[in-house]
C-alpha cells in the first residue's frame, strides 16, 4: 500500500499523526507528509483510519 497527502487539502488537523505516527508526520510549515514511500502491513490499517478520518479528506492510499 502507498500512501499519499494532498498538499492541496491538507490543513494541518494532524489526526492522520496521531493514529499512525510511523507513516505520517508534521512537516515545518505544520501540514502532513508521508515518511515512507511503502506502508508496511502492520501500519495499513491504522492508515485507512487516517484516510477515514481526515476532516479535509486530503490522504489517499491504495
Known amino acids: 500500500m502507498k ?13 492522520c499523526t496521531t493514529i499512525c505516527p510511523s507513516v505520517f508526520e ?7 507528509t508521508v515518511t515512507v514511500p511503502e506502508v508496511p502491513a502492520e501500519f495499513e490499517e491504522a492508515v485507512r483510519e487516517a484516510v477515514k478520518d481526515c476532516p479535509e479528506q486530503a490522504i489517499e492510499a491504495s
Not at 3 to 14: T, W
Not at 26 to 32: A, E, F, K, Q, R
Open 3 to 15: 500512501a499519499r497527502v494532498d498538499e492541496d487539502r491538507c490543513r494541518g488537523h494532524g489526526i
Open 26 to 32: 508534521l512537516n515545518d510549515d505544520g501540514y502532513s
